[in-house]
């Protein structure tokens, strides 16, 4: 909707400014003849240019897909695509309707006129020149892996404020987000009866302010990045009943995960385009290694941090909507198994995730040691078995 928005109000903008700015008599006046070509030049020239642009960007966005992997949206989600083509839009409606004014009435026409199409188009050439820059970028390995970092960092700040405080009688060092408390007496269930879409964002303030006004409790069954398909179990609700439109119009849906509430997302692209490196048809393990750079600096940021934020309480302090979140098992599932098994395939890579390993191993709290240490343990066994010769010797930690 935004985008939509945006190509509209650039529009009726170039229209208003292509009625008013020809009416205004400030400075000297030339000829209405050279500038109504100037006009229509300048018009169908940007439009003509922007739409060469966008036809390269869509081979751009090709090659990011097949090389790297097609959940990778970032240079096709990056607002630069969409302003730079509704300023463009807004470009060719101020020419071509100047242009139009000023040749059915006036036989000359202030500089003005001339004077704010260049601009403008000054202006639209060079958001063009800064979306083939991210265009440029979007196809380099370096650039795609620190804008997925660099997200995940935005987004590990936002969600996990809180360090990491374990209760030695209580915590395992997994938090008990990610598996849904068993059903309790009088609960019901709510059933997803639309097509197959994924969860892309909750406004759990809604559902609190469901919960509460029902006087219910409601536990979320489907985390941001999961799919629902008909006939799936959205929610149980404890305590009264909540119809399913309620429960829908707090969920932000679509056909494809985003950055916005999903912590998992990062992890598996990393994951992923590791994975295509180690493929027998790539084979390019020093890809891989740079992958598990990031996928380390991910991990020892989640370390520190206190993973169970999936329970959300009403201004009294009832607890009202619980939500299942990640926890440290999960992660190391999703950034480190796949590629671990991928990875015995290559020294290179196989040494970079023991590195990988036993650095978490030590930097992580000593109630979340036990995970990594299982991992570092088969890399080992892996290492010593595939290449004796180069695998160094030594307990793991």
């Known amino acids: 909707m935004r985008r939509d928005l945006a190509q509209l109000v650039c529009a009726v903008a170039g229209l208003a400014l292509g009625v008013l700015v020809p009416r205004i008599s400030l400075g000297p006046h030339v000829d209405a003849g050279p500038v109504v070509t100037l006009l229509f030049t300048l018009g169908f020239g940007v439009i ?23 959940r990778l949206g970032l240079f096709r989600d990056d607002p630069i695509v969409w302003r730079a083509f509704a300023f463009t839009v807004g470009v060719f409606v101020f020419s071509i309707t100047s242009g139009l004014a000023v040749g059915a009435r006036r036989a000359t026409v202030s500089t003005l006129v001339p004077g704010t199409a260049m601009v403008l188009t000054l202006v639209a050439l060079a958001l063009i020149r800064s979306l083939q820059a991210g265009a440029f970028h979007s196809i380099q390995l370096g650039h795609s892996l620190t804008a997925i970092a660099t997200r995940a960092h935005r ?7 809180r360090p990491y405080a374990p209760d030695p009688a209580t915590d395992p060092g997994s938090g008990p987000d990610m598996a849904p408390p068993p059903p309790a007496a009088g609960t019901t269930a709510v059933l997803w009866s639309g097509p197959a879409v ?5 406004d759990v303030r809604t559902l609190v302010g469901a919960a509460r006004e029902r006087d219910c409790s409601i536990a979320l069954l489907v985390p941001p990045g999961t799919t629902a398909s008909r006939g799936m179990t959205l929610a149980e609700v404890t305590g009264g009943e909540v119809p399913e439109a309620v429960l829908r119009g707090a969920l932000e849906t679509g056909v494809e995960r985003t950055f916005d509430q999903d912590p998992d997302l990062p992890f598996r692209l990393l994951a992923d385009i590791a994975l295509r490196a180690l493929s027998p048809a790539v084979n390019d393990p020093a890809t891989a290694v740079e992958c598990l750079d990031r996928i380390e600096d991910l991990l020892n940021r989640l370390a520190g941090r206190e993973l169970s934020i999936g329970h959300f309480s009403d201004g009294t302090g009832r607890l009202r909507v619980t939500v299942p979140v990640p926890d440290w098992e999960r992660y190391l599932r ?7 098994y991928a990875a015995t395939g290559s020294p290179m890579a196989l040494r970079r995730m023991h590195d990988l390993l036993a650095g978490l191993a030590e930097r992580a709290p000593e109630a979340r040691r036990g995970p990594v240490r299982e991992r570092l343990q088969w890399v080992d066994r892996a290492g010593r078995e595939r290449y004796p010769l180069v695998w160094p010797d030594g307990a793991s930690p």
């Open 334 to 340: 999703t950034a480190v198994d796949d590629v671990l």
């Open 198 to 202: 994924v969860i892309q964002q909750i």
């Open 48 to 70: 003509s240019l922007v739409s060469i642009i966008y036809s390269m960007l869509f081979l751009v966005i090709q090659f990011s897909a097949t090389t790297f992997t097609p």
């Open 155 to 161: 987004l590990f700040d936002d969600l996990y404020v």
